[in-house]
């Protein structure tokens, strides 16, 4: 049954590969992404605001309000209910992780100068993003947007203005936050963030019970009840340190491949390649970043927006192998030792993160 539902993203994913042939054609798919991802967020927005009303999203609110702690004494929710979207963004870390890819892909807007003065028009549904994100109240969306900018920002103006920038914005978006969003180090000791990293162990555990294949796909909510909030944990302890590497390699050869491309872009040599494949890069390498720290804290790991990142990114290595650039990843036995060191270097991380913060 696992292998039936997979079947059906795999296949989604290589049509993704066979219909984004040219730099043309992924961009237009990136702009109508987050075109469909920005009315989605503006209908939970309206929603969120009373200016509409939307009959799925009050049932979800009100399950999400009757999980949620109150206070003693005045009888009030503790804490704000979180925005939440319909269909595949029904869950606010899930809604946090589009928003981040949203707002890169509405910068990439704002800078293409083909579109003249209309380019500014993508302001509207970046500020929709960062409203919509900003709800969602999610630590792990704040760590991936973080990430992803940083990321941006480091490929496209270099370090010291990376850091000079960090020192500029970061005040302003702590400002406009606040909240939980930023209680990371709360978040991470105590409620939501204690009993995700007891989940973690919980997996590991199940992965030095069965650490060649795992314990099967699935049944990791059959063990415990809940899925482990960390898609790479959840895959170790289902698939095993096999299946755990092969996912991991899927997002990690995504990074080396843009990385080993933003290199080749920088050497100064003839490449037969557009200005505007090479202006694509920045924004892909931070989408590909933001989002793998993203599902670092949810566990996504055979859902149709992961494989449409890692597609987008795939997509972006054939076009330019079909222009003439060499292949950004071989897969000899050097990679594969590579990845083989970096799969055990996350589970001795995890490991060490768990017990320093739950003892």
């Known amino acids: 049954m696992e292998a039936f539902e997979l079947s059906k993203i795999i296949a989604y994913y290589f ?12 961009r237009m798919f990136l702009q109508i992404i987050a075109v469909f991802a920005a009315i989605n967020c503006l209908v939970a927005v309206l929603h969120h605001y009373k200016i509409i009303h939307v009959p799925a999203l009050e049932i979800a609110e009100k399950i999400a309000q009757a999980e949620m702690e109150f206070d003693a004494g005045t009888g009030q929710l503790m804490t704000d209910v979180r925005l939440r979207a319909t269909g595949i963004f029904n ?79 970061a005040p302003a978006i702590v400002a406009m ?15 939501t963030g204690s009993e995700r990293l007891e989940l973690w162990r919980d997996a590991l555990d ?15 909510m059959d063990e415990v009840r809940k899925v482990a909030h960390n898609s790479y944990v959840q895959c170790f302890a289902e698939l095993g340190f096999v299946g755990g590497t092969v996912f991991l390699g899927t997002v990690w050869f995504a990074l080396v491949g843009l990385n080993n491309i933003r290199r080749l872009l920088r050497s100064g040599q003839y490449l037969p390649v557009s200005a505007e494949y090479r202006r694509l890069l920045p924004y892909l390498l931070a989408i590909v970043a933001g989002y793998a720290v993203s599902i670092y804290s949810i566990s996504r790991q055979f859902v149709i927006p992961t494989y449409m990142i890692l597609g987008i990114a795939n997509t972006y290595f054939l076009i330019g192998m079909c222009a003439g ?28 993160q768990i017990r320093f913060q739950l003892g």
Do not use: H
């Open 325 to 352: 650039l060499p292949s950004p990843v071989v897969l000899d036995m050097r990679r594969i030792r590579q990845l083989i060191f970096v799969s055990a270097g996350l589970l001795v991380l995890i490991r060490l």
């Open 15 to 26: 049509l993704l590969l066979a219909v984004l042939n040219s730099t043309q054609r992924l």
């Open 177 to 191: 936050l606040g909240g939980r969003q930023l209680s990371l180090g709360e978040g991470m000791n105590k409620g």
């Open 206 to 220: 199940l992965f030095k019970g069965a650490p060649v294949f795992g314990i099967g796909s699935g049944n990791f």
């Open 91 to 169: 869950d606010p870390n899930d809604l946090s992780t589009i928003t981040v890819v949203g707002i890169l892909i509405g910068l990439f807007g704002c800078g293409d100068s083909r579109l003249g003065a209309w380019r500014w028009a993508w302001v509207v549904p970046i500020g929709i993003f960062f409203l919509a994100f900003a709800l969602t109240q999610s630590r792990g969306g704040l760590l991936a947007l973080a990430a992803a900018l940083a990321t941006f920002s480091y490929v496209r103006f270099g370090l010291k203005k990376t850091v000079v920038v960090a020192l500029l914005v």
